[in-house]
């Protein structure tokens, strides 16, 4: 059945929340990883490169936004450090020393593991009938695949 934020269980909003909360952790992290890459990105395809890297961390900047806010409408807490979020994210940091091919198929990677850990947590959503959560996982986890599709066609 589906519900909105005030019906659902203690339970239903913890999980919900749980997957949210790696969710912004997996966005926040890549959003760094993607300004590191703008920065210093080099060689003969620096200009796109360094263009596509910026509509990435712009895009990922609001979208982390939205998600730790609903999960604040759910009246859950979002964690809000960047220590919990390097815990929690299955993307990580990196130094920025890398060719503009190895930065390209680390991007690929994190945006495929940031589709794949929003769908679980619409998954989740579904779950407990939170098509509301859920729809927002979907359109994230749609906009991270695109940004992945992007970044396979220059390794082609
Ligand atoms: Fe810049």
Redesign the pocket.
């Given at each position: 059945m589906t519900q909105t934020a005030v019906a659902l269980s203690t339970d239903a909003r913890a999980a919900i929340a749980e997957a949210l909360n790696q969710s912004v952790a997996e966005t926040a992290v890549t959003t760094m990883l993607a300004q590191n890459f703008?920065?210093n990105v080099k060689g003969m395809a620096f200009g796109p490169l360094?263009d596509l890297f910026?509509k990435m961390y712009e895009d990922h900047f609001v979208a982390q936004d939205d998600l730790a806010e609903r999960i604040r409408a759910l009246d859950e807490h979002a964690e809000g450090t960047l220590s919990g979020m390097l815990a929690r994210s299955k993307v990580k940091e990196h130094d920025g020393h890398a060719s503009d091919k190895e930065m390209i198929k680390m991007m690929q990677d994190a945006q495929e593991t940031l589709a794949a850990t929003l769908a679980g947590a619409g998954q989740v959503a579904a779950e407990a009938g939170d098509t509301l959560t859920e729809d927002l996982c979907i359109a994230r986890g749609q906009e991270h695949e695109k940004f992945a599709w992007f970044l396979r066609a220059h390794l082609a």
């Open positions: 703008h920065w360094h910026q």
